[in-house]
């Protein structure tokens, strides 16, 4: 059950940066969120706070559009959410 409330969550996170709705996922984001996208790119890199993270959705929405894939794991003082992105880039057609 308790995997499930917090998939429900993060897809719902999920659709709000696919919506930039930027402001709505940061209101519910702990203020030391940590947040890490792998990578040596421009998105790339750990960030350690909501204002280097609301940093980071505007790179991304700049860049491109983001898809997901999730799996939730760990007990509720542990859970691990490691998801999947997909970067489309949104560069404009010659």
Same mark, same amino acid.
């Given at each position: 059950?308790?995997?499930a409330i917090v &998939?429900?969550?993060? &897809?719902?996170?999920?659709?709000?940066?696919n919506q930039r709705?930027?402001?709505?996922?940061?209101?519910?984001?702990?203020?030391? $969120?940590?947040?890490?996208?792998?990578?040596?790119?421009?998105?790339?890199?750990?960030?350690?706070?909501? &204002?280097?993270?609301?940093?980071?959705?505007?790179?991304?929405?700049?860049?491109?559009?983001?898809?997901?894939?999730? $799996?939730?794991?760990?007990?509720?003082?542990?859970?691990?959410?490691?998801?999947?992105? $997909?970067?489309?880039?949104?560069?404009?057609?010659?």
């Open positions: 059950m308790y995997h &998939k429900r969550i993060a &897809k719902k996170n999920f659709e709000r940066v709705d930027f402001d709505s996922l940061l209101k519910d984001c702990v203020p030391d $969120v940590h947040h890490r996208f792998g990578g040596n790119h421009a998105l790339g890199g750990e960030r350690h706070d909501r &204002k280097a993270l609301r940093r980071w959705l505007g790179r991304l929405a700049r860049t491109g559009t983001d898809q997901h894939q999730s $799996v939730v794991t760990g007990c509720q003082s542990s859970t691990r959410f490691p998801s999947r992105s $997909v970067i489309q880039p949104n560069f404009p057609k010659s």
